[in-house]
């Protein structure tokens, strides 16, 4: 039977505050815990290996999975992967700790968590990261990964590679993986993961550092990025990739290849509400096309890339505060309702070849609503955040890059 480390301790301590926090999602899982941990360590570990072999199993499958399949399949992984972050021991301080950076928002391992369980956006990844490891390796013997802000799990490889071991489809000499993360905590539990995975093989390093200064050792053939939320603010995306897009090898490649930010107007009953009050999970095939057909789109707002990164260039303005200039868009004239509608970012994620992470696909693509752009109309309360313009009107957007990220708009 596996012990906990502290001494003293039986199995049933899980239920101490410390890792309490962490099992209390659902009494369900507490007991699930309780009795996962009478099994022996390698009882365990096998339970964990085998459910991130079968959720990579389906998500590369070419055939169409039932979404009741993978949810199941993807919580098997969670509460497994949980399991071994429970073993981590973490403090309660360390487990939760949450912060905002110069670059952004450091989430708590506590709240990460989730992330394992976002299904399509770990689709859309672990496919085109998939893709591209196939491409590199049809040219060279081996590749070296870097996966910054990879969180306690870092849900876009570790499943990856535990099928890739599993399937023997590429063995340690072909992958070299650097795993980053500014989490003390996170690390921890990553350390936990990857040991319990028996994935060493294939980790060259596991740094504590903040990957927007990070300098890794060896040139990178593939980056593999994800840390943004929705309308692309709060996290950190754009200053990690446009810092660590200068270590790639000239042909290497960055995944996500290509993140298009888009702006539309939109009634938000509609977009919001209406259009997904029939359906059973929000996802880009069960949109309703005439709630897209209602949209106003008002076009590409930035398009992050490869080489729209290595070509950004940074406005500084007074007090330090960073921004980088995005694109003009004109605001449409002759729509009647304009200014009934509210503006909503969204991102269109492409991971690599045809995969990707449609919107609603995953929360980091849901249109977020931004409530402070006026358009023909005037907020009721005058607020200096306020953007007030007419239909008609030149927009240019600008990216701020703080501990705040997000989209300033000015008009020309
Ligand atoms: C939402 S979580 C995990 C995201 C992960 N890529 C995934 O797919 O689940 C975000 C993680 O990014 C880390 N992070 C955010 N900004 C960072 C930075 N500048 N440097 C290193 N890690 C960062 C946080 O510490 C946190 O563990």
């Given at each position: 039977m596996e012990k906990p480390k502290v001494e003293n301790r039986s199995v049933l301590d899980f239920a101490d505050p410390h890792v309490d926090e962490l099992l209390k999602h659902s009494i369900r899982t507490q007991l699930e815990s309780l009795l996962k941990a009478k099994l022996t360590t390698a009882q365990r570990q096998q339970l964990l290996q085998k459910s991130f072999v079968d959720a990579m199993a389906l998500v590369l499958s070419d055939s169409k999975v039932e979404h009741k399949t993978l949810v199941k399949a993807f919580s098997a992984m969670y509460d497994n992967a949980v399991q071994s972050m429970a073993l981590a021991q973490l403090s309660e301080k360390l487990l939760t700790k949450q912060y905002v950076s110069a670059s952004g928002l450091i989430m708590s391992p506590y709240h990460c968590k989730?992330?394992?369980?976002d299904i399509y956006r770990i689709q859309g990844y672990a496919r085109g990261v998939d893709k591209a490891i196939q491409s590199k390796l049809s040219h060279t013997d081996s590749i070296t990964i870097l996966y910054p802000a990879c969180g306690p799990f870092a849900p876009l490889l570790l499943p990856l590679l535990s099928y890739y071991k599993d399937s023997q489809k590429y063995t340690k000499e072909q992958l070299q993986v650097i795993l980053v993360d500014v989490h003390p905590g996170a690390v921890l539990a990553l350390k936990q993961l990857v040991k319990d995975l028996q994935l060493d093989e294939f980790i060259l390093r596991i740094e504590e550092a903040d990957a927007t200064t990070y300098v890794p050792e060896q040139s990178i053939d593939l980056l593999v990025l994800e840390a943004m939320q929705h309308g692309f603010t709060k996290e950190g995306q754009l200053s990690i990739a446009k810092h660590l897009v200068q270590f790639l090898t000239i042909e290497g490649l960055i995944i996500p290849q290509n993140v298009s930010v888009r702006g539309m107007m939109v009634i938000g009953e509609n977009e919001f509400n209406q259009q997904w009050k029939e359906v059973e999970y929000s996802h880009s095939l069960n949109m309703d096309a005439s709630a897209q057909q209602d949209r106003v789109e008002l076009g590409e707002i930035l398009s992050i890339n490869k080489s729209t990164l290595l070509n950004m260039q940074t406005l500084e303005l007074q007090e330090g505060i960073k921004v980088i200039p995005a694109n003009q868009i004109t605001l449409p004239a002759g729509i009647e309702d304009m200014d009934k509608r509210i503006l909503a970012i969204y991102a269109q994620i492409d991971t690599f070849a045809e995969e990707g992470v449609g919107q609603y696909d995953s929360g980091i693509t849901h249109p977020r609503p931004d409530m402070s752009f006026y358009i023909d109309t005037k907020p009721r309360d005058v607020e200096h955040s306020h953007f007030v313009a007419n239909s008609g009107d030149s927009v240019q957007f600008y990216y701020q890059l703080s501990g705040l990220p997000g989209f300033v708009p000015v008009k020309v």
């Open positions: 989730h992330t394992i369980k």
